[in-house]
T-cell receptor
């Protein structure tokens, strides 16, 4: 089993749709979780951290399910500008280098 | 404005040549990282440094070398020993958790 797994997609959705991505992780001791967004041929940028209680930032909601070892990202009212690849990142215990990156989920929002 | 600057953005190299990618940050971050990204693959860690004058190999260090003589700078050398150097190289730094990335350097070996 991979350390971090994501559905690669692509997810093709119309503007205004709600779309959800899941990301599973294998290490039950993982401590920190993040969602990054990466546009084509650009660097990743932090979208949001994922907290145990779940967190929301505008149209974006992130949730953590420790029992089932997955995190999710929900995007409501999709915009064309949301089209990108969404990367799940897990920080395992130990030194700083233990950031494990998923391969990303591709989202295309269509007019 | 604080941030991470990578240069060059695009670089072409002939086989057998070494090339050095620059990474400079003014965020006062202790930890810096070099990643490589290939199409269809996730980010893979090449080298990282948690403090000046110290660095550690990542998962794919073979054919690469780094130095960390100053807190602000973490250059990466792609040597001729790297068999498949064509890739997108990303430098990052962190203070307390979030990784900040430079805009990347796209290396093509001809």
């Amino acid at each position: 089993r991979k350390e971090v797994e994501q559905d690669p997609g692509p997810f093709n959705v119309p503007e205004g749709a709600t779309v959800a991505f899941n990301c599973t992780y294998s290490n039950s001791a993982s401590q920190s979780f993040f969602w990054y967004r990466q546009d084509c041929r650009k660097e990743p940028k932090l979208l949001m951290s994922v907290y145990s209680s779940g967190n929301e930032d505008g149209r974006f909601t992130a949730q953590l399910n420790r029992a089932s070892q997955y995190i999710s990202l929900l995007i409501r009212d999709s915009k064309l500008s949301d089209s990108a690849t969404y990367l799940c990142v897990v920080n395992n215990p130990g030194n700083n280098r233990k950031l494990i990156w998923g391969l990303g989920t591709s989202l295309a929002v269509n007019p | 404005d604080g941030g991470i600057t990578q240069s060059p953005k695009y670089l072409f190299r002939k086989e057998g040549q070494n090339v050095t990618l620059s990474c400079e940050q003014n965020l006062n971050h202790d930890a810096m990282y070099w990643y490589r990204q290939d199409p269809g693959q996730g980010l893979r860690l090449i080298y990282y440094s948690q403090i000046v004058n110290d660095f550690q190999k990542g998962d794919i260090a073979e054919g690469y070398s780094v130095s960390r003589e100053k807190k602000e700078s973490f250059p990466l050398t792609v040597t001729s020993a790297q068999k498949n150097p064509t890739a997108f190289y990303l430098c990052a730094s962190t203070g307390t958790g979030e990784l900040f990335f430079g805009e990347g350097s796209r290396l093509t070996v001809l």
